[in-house]
C-alpha cells in the first residue's frame, strides 16, 4: 500500500515510486555487503601490512571490530525514510553506506543532515520539500507515505506509518526508535557530549531508548575521543540489560560496556546479607564520611627519626623533615595510596641528597630502588602512613563502627551496621551487596579508578547515594544521561527530588528534562495507573498517551489461578509478548497453573523466547515492557514491600496494548474506583 497526503497521485506513479524505492533498498543492500566484504579483507590481511606485533593487535581489534558493525539483518529496514531537498534527495538509515565511489546510499541517521528528518515541519521546513516515511514487514519495504512541507502538509503523530512502528508488537529484546524519534526526544539525543541531564520520563515515553541513541549519537560524533574513554550503560538488573542489549549493536555500535551497579562495585563474590535496616544506612550519604575517617584516620605524625645504613655510611633524617613530608602529602589531597608513595619518593630524594653530598656523584636507578625497600623506610611508613585494602578498613569499620563512625552515625545506626560475629580474618569476611559499595568508596579514596567518557543511567531513581558516588567516581571528568521516573522508585532509598540525585554523582548542575507524552503504553492503562501517582509522595506530572487503542480489564475472581489462566489464553489470541507479574512469593504458583492449562513458558532470561509468556517476579519487571500483561494479585504485590504500591506502578505500566488485572482481594484503595 503506498500513501502521499493532500494529492492525488495515479495509482502508476505510486507503484513505480514503491519499485524505485525497493531497488534502491536492494542496491543498498548489495553495497553494505560490498563494504563488510572489503573490510573483511582487510581484516584478513592486516598482519601483512602492521610493522609490528603491537600495531597488528590494535589494527587487528579495529578491524574486527568495523566487521561487526557492517553486519546486516535483513529482517530490519536499511532505511526508514528520506528527504527531498532542492539539491537532491538522501535516505535517511541506521547506519551510514555508500557505493563503490564513496558516494552515500544511505545516510546515517545520526549525521547533521538526518536532523532535519525529525525537526523539520511546516513552520520550519528546514529545506526540507518532501519528507518520506517507508512501511516495512520483516524487512521487505510495503508502502511510503509522504508530507509535502512546501505545500504546509504535515502529519506529525497522526502519520500512519509512524503509529504503525510505535504500535508494532514486540517479542525479545528491546529495539531501536530511530524511525519514530520525537523532536522533543530528539533535542535530547542530540545534547553535546559535556552536556549532563536528567530525564524524567513517565512510562512509555521512550527515556530508555533516548538514553541508548543518546549513546550512539554521541560515539558516531566523537568517536576517537569516547573510544579512548569508553561508554558505560548502568541498568537495574541483568534482565533489563539483556533487554536492551540489541538496540545499540543494531545501530553498528558494538563498544559500549554494559554493566549493573552491583557489577561495577563487584570486588568478589557476594556471600553475606544485611537486614533492610542495616542496608539503607550502608547506603546512606554519610557513610562516605564514616569511611574517609576510617582510611584518613590511619595517617600519623612521625615521633622520630629515622636512620638508614647504606654500607659504610649511615643517613639520618630529623623528625621534623620527616612531618612536613606527611603534612605536605596530606594538603595535596592525592587518593590514599599514591599520597603513602608521594611520601616514599621524598623520603628516599632527602636520601639522595645526602648521598650526592657526601660522594659527589648521582646514585644510581638500583640505589634508589633498594633505598626505597629499606627497612627504616619501610617501617616510618607503616606507622606514619600504612598501607590499606578496601577489605581490611571495611572489615574493621564493621566490626567496630565507633572510632570513624561517632559523632556522624547513631549508637543505634552504629549496632545496625555492627557484625554480630566478627570474622577470624579479613579473607573469611561475609561481605554483602550493600558492603560492595562501601568497598568500591575505600577502594576509590586509595586510588582513582579509570574513568568513561559518558555514562548512561537507567532506572537512575533506585540509585542509593553511595551507589551514586561509585557511578561518580567513573565519571568525574565525563558526562551522565540519567533516565528514571521518581513514580517507580521501589528501593528503601529510592529518589524523591533528581537534585539530590545528581548532587550525589557529582552533576549538580545538570538540567532535569521531563518527557509526559507516551507513545507506547495506552491511554487506558495510563490513566488506571495514574490513580496510585497521588499516594506516591513524588511531585511528577500525569503521563499522557497519544494511543487510544489499548484495552483495560479489571477481573474480580475468587479462583486467581483460573482467571489468569483465561486472561493468558485471551492474550495469546492477539499478536505479541504476553508478560505474566505477580508477587515474589506468587510467581511459583502462577507458573505450575499455567503449565498445568498447557501454556507454554519463556524463560525470563532468554533474550529471543521460544514461547510468548513469560511469568515474572514484580521486583525483577522495572524497564521491560510486553505488548499485554496480566497483573495478578494487587494486593499482594503492594504487602510485598514497603513501597509496595510504587512496584504496583512499575507493574500496571509494563504493557503496551492490552492490561488485565485479576485479583479475589480487595484493590488497593487508590484502584478501588477501576473496580
Known amino acids: 500500500?503506498?500513501?502521499?497526503?493532500?494529492?492525488?497521485?495515479?495509482?502508476?506513479?505510486?507503484?513505480?515510486?514503491?519499485?524505485?524505492?525497493?531497488?534502491?533498498?536492494?542496491?543498498?543492500?548489495?553495497?553494505?555487503?560490498?563494504?563488510?566484504?572489503?573490510?573483511?579483507?582487510?581484516?584478513?590481511?592486516?598482519?601483512?601490512?602492521?610493522?609490528?606485533?603491537?600495531?597488528?593487535?590494535?589494527?587487528?581489534?579495529?578491524?574486527?571490530?568495523?566487521?561487526?558493525?557492517?553486519?546486516?539483518?535483513?529482517?530490519?529496514?536499511?532505511?526508514?525514510?528520506?528527504?527531498?531537498?532542492?539539491?537532491?534527495?538522501?535516505?535517511?538509515?541506521?547506519?551510514?553506506?555508500?557505493?563503490?565511489?564513496?558516494?552515500?546510499?544511505?545516510?546515517?541517521?545520526?549525521?547533521?543532515?538526518?536532523?532535519?528528518?525529525?525537526?523539520?515541519?511546516?513552520?520550519?521546513?528546514?529545506?526540507?520539500?518532501?519528507?518520506?516515511?517507508?512501511?516495512?514487514?520483516?524487512?521487505?519495504?510495503?508502502?511510503?507515505?509522504?508530507?509535502?512541507?512546501?505545500?504546509?502538509?504535515?502529519?506529525?503523530?497522526?502519520?500512519?506509518?509512524?503509529?504503525?512502528?510505535?504500535?508494532?508488537?514486540?517479542?525479545?529484546?528491546?529495539?531501536?526508535?530511530?524511525?519514530?524519534?520525537?523532536?522533543?526526544?530528539?533535542?535530547?539525543?542530540?545534547?553535546?557530549?559535556?552536556?549532563?541531564?536528567?530525564?524524567?520520563?513517565?512510562?512509555?515515553?521512550?527515556?530508555?531508548?533516548?538514553?541508548?541513541?543518546?549513546?550512539?549519537?554521541?560515539?558516531?560524533?566523537?568517536?576517537?575521543?569516547?573510544?579512548?574513554?569508553?561508554?558505560?550503560?548502568?541498568?537495574?538488573?541483568?534482565?533489563?540489560?539483556?533487554?536492551?542489549?540489541?538496540?545499540?549493536?543494531?545501530?553498528?555500535?558494538?563498544?559500549?560496556?554494559?554493566?549493573?551497579?552491583?557489577?561495577?562495585?563487584?570486588?568478589?563474590?557476594?556471600?553475606?546479607?544485611?537486614?533492610?535496616?542495616?542496608?539503607?544506612?550502608?547506603?546512606?550519604?554519610?557513610?562516605?564520611?564514616?569511611?574517609?575517617?576510617?582510611?584518613?584516620?590511619?595517617?600519623?605524625?612521625?615521633?622520630?627519626?629515622?636512620?638508614?645504613?647504606?654500607?659504610?655510611?649511615?643517613?639520618?633524617?630529623?623528625?621534623?623533615?620527616?612531618?612536613?613530608?606527611?603534612?605536605?602529602?596530606?594538603?595535596?589531597?592525592?587518593?590514599?595510596?599514591?599520597?603513602?608513595?608521594?611520601?616514599?619518593?621524598?623520603?628516599?630524594?632527602?636520601?639522595?641528597?645526602?648521598?650526592?653530598?657526601?660522594?659527589?656523584?648521582?646514585?644510581?636507578?638500583?640505589?634508589?630502588?633498594?633505598?626505597?625497600k629499606a627497612a627504616p623506610v619501610t617501617e616510618f611508613l607503616d606507622a606514619a602512613w600504612p598501607a590499606l585494602t578496601p577489605e581490611a578498613v571495611v572489615a574493621e569499620l564493621l566490626t567496630d563502627p565507633a572510632p570513624a563512625a561517632d559523632g556522624v552515625l547513631t549508637d543505634g545506626e552504629q549496632d545496625l551496621i555492627r557484625w554480630v560475629k566478627p570474622p577470624k580474618t579479613v579473607k573469611s569476611a561475609r561481605f554483602s551487596a550493600a558492603d560492595a559499595v562501601l568497598l568500591d568508596e575505600v577502594a576509590g579514596l586509595l586510588e582513582r579508578p579509570a574513568g568513561f567518557g559518558h555514562v548512561v543511567v537507567d532506572e537512575a531513581q533506585d540509585l542509593s547515594p553511595m551507589q551514586c558516588r561509585a557511578i561518580a567516581r567513573r565519571v568525574e571528568h565525563g558526562s551522565i544521561t540519567l533516565l528514571g521516573d521518581l513514580a517507580q522508585g521501589t528501593a528503601p532509598w529510592a529518589a524523591t527530588d533528581w537534585r539530590t540525585t545528581l548532587a550525589h554523582l557529582g552533576k549538580p548542575d545538570a538540567a532535569v528534562v521531563p518527557l509526559t507524552v507516551g507513545f507506547r503504553v495506552p491511554a487506558a492503562v495510563l490513566a488506571l495507573a495514574n490513580r496510585l501517582l497521588p499516594a506516591l509522595g513524588v511531585d511528577v506530572p500525569e503521563a499522557v498517551s497519544l494511543r487510544r487503542d489499548g484495552d483495560l480489564r479489571v477481573r474480580p475472581d475468587a479462583d486467581v489461578a483460573a482467571g489468569t489462566v483465561a486472561e493468558v489464553r485471551a492474550a495469546l489470541g492477539h499478536e505479541g509478548s504476553v508478560g505474566v507479574i505477580a508477587a515474589d512469593a506468587d510467581v511459583a504458583a502462577v507458573r505450575a497453573a499455567l503449565t498445568a492449562a498447557g501454556v507454554d513458558l519463556a524463560d525470563p532470561a532468554d533474550l529471543e523466547p521460544a514461547a510468548r509468556v513469560t511469568v515474572i517476579p514484580a521486583s525483577l519487571v522495572k524497564g521491560l515492557e510486553y505488548d499485554h500483561v496480566v497483573v495478578v494479585e494487587p494486593a499482594a504485590i503492594v504487602a510485598a514491600e514497603p513501597r509496595g504500591l510504587h512496584r504496583l506502578y512499575v507493574a500496571l505500566t509494563r504493557a503496551v496494548s492490552r492490561l488485565a488485572v485479576v485479583h479475589a482481594r480487595p484493590l488497593p484503595d487508590p484502584l478501588g474506583a477501576a473496580a
Not at 525497493?22 to 560490498?34: P, V
Not at 557530549?193 to 538514553?211: D, N, Y
Open 1 to 372: 500500500m503506498t500513501r502521499t497526503q493532500g494529492v492525488s497521485v495515479p495509482a502508476s506513479d505510486l507503484d513505480t515510486d514503491l519499485a524505485g524505492e525497493r531497488e534502491h533498498l536492494a542496491a543498498s543492500r548489495a553495497a553494505l555487503a560490498r563494504m563488510r566484504q572489503r573490510a573483511e579483507a582487510l581484516f584478513a590481511t592486516g598482519h601483512d601490512v602492521a610493522g609490528d606485533s603491537y600495531t597488528a593487535e590494535q589494527l587487528g581489534r579495529t578491524l574486527s571490530l568495523r566487521v561487526k558493525e557492517l553486519a546486516d539483518d535483513p529482517s530490519t529496514a536499511l532505511f526508514f525514510g528520506r528527504l527531498d531537498l532542492a539539491d537532491g534527495d538522501f535516505h535517511i538509515g541506521r547506519r551510514h553506506v555508500t557505493d563503490d565511489a564513496g558516494e552515500p546510499m544511505v545516510l546515517d541517521w545520526r549525521a547533521p543532515l538526518s536532523r532535519s528528518f525529525y525537526r523539520a515541519s511546516v513552520r520550519e521546513p528546514q529545506g526540507v520539500l518532501v519528507r518520506r516515511r517507508f512501511g516495512f514487514v520483516r524487512g521487505e519495504l510495503t508502502s511510503f507515505e509522504d508530507e509535502h512541507l512546501d505545500r504546509g502538509e504535515e502529519l506529525g503523530t497522526a502519520s500512519r506509518i509512524l503509529t504503525e512502528e510505535i504500535e508494532r508488537p514486540r517479542v525479545g529484546p528491546m529495539r531501536d526508535i530511530v524511525a519514530t524519534i520525537q523532536p522533543e526526544q530528539d533535542e535530547l539525543v542530540r545534547a553535546d557530549l559535556e552536556t549532563s541531564v536528567a530525564v524524567q520520563g513517565a512510562p512509555g515515553t521512550g527515556k530508555t531508548a533516548v538514553g541508548l541513541h543518546r549513546a550512539a549519537y554521541l560515539l558516531y560524533l566523537h568517536r576517537e575521543r569516547l573510544k579512548r574513554s569508553g561508554v558505560l550503560v548502568v541498568g537495574p538488573n541483568t534482565a533489563f540489560l539483556g533487554y536492551i542489549s540489541a538496540v545499540l549493536p543494531a545501530l553498528g555500535e558494538v563498544e559500549v560496556q554494559q554493566a549493573t551497579v552491583d557489577d561495577l562495585v563487584a570486588r568478589g563474590p557476594v556471600r553475606g546479607a544485611d537486614p533492610v535496616e542495616a542496608a539503607v544506612v550502608k547506603h546512606d550519604a554519610r557513610m562516605a564520611e564514616v569511611l574517609r575517617r576510617a582510611v584518613w584516620g590511619r595517617v600519623r605524625k612521625p615521633e622520630s627519626s629515622m636512620q638508614v645504613s647504606d654500607g659504610s655510611y649511615r643517613w639520618r633524617i630529623d623528625t621534623e623533615p620527616l612531618r612536613r613530608i606527611v603534612d605536605e602529602a596530606r594538603r595535596e589531597g592525592l587518593p590514599y595510596a599514591v599520597g603513602r608513595e608521594r611520601v616514599r619518593a621524598r623520603v628516599v630524594a632527602l636520601l639522595q641528597r645526602q648521598s650526592e653530598y657526601k660522594r659527589g656523584d648521582s646514585p644510581s636507578d638500583a640505589w634508589l630502588r633498594r633505598m626505597a
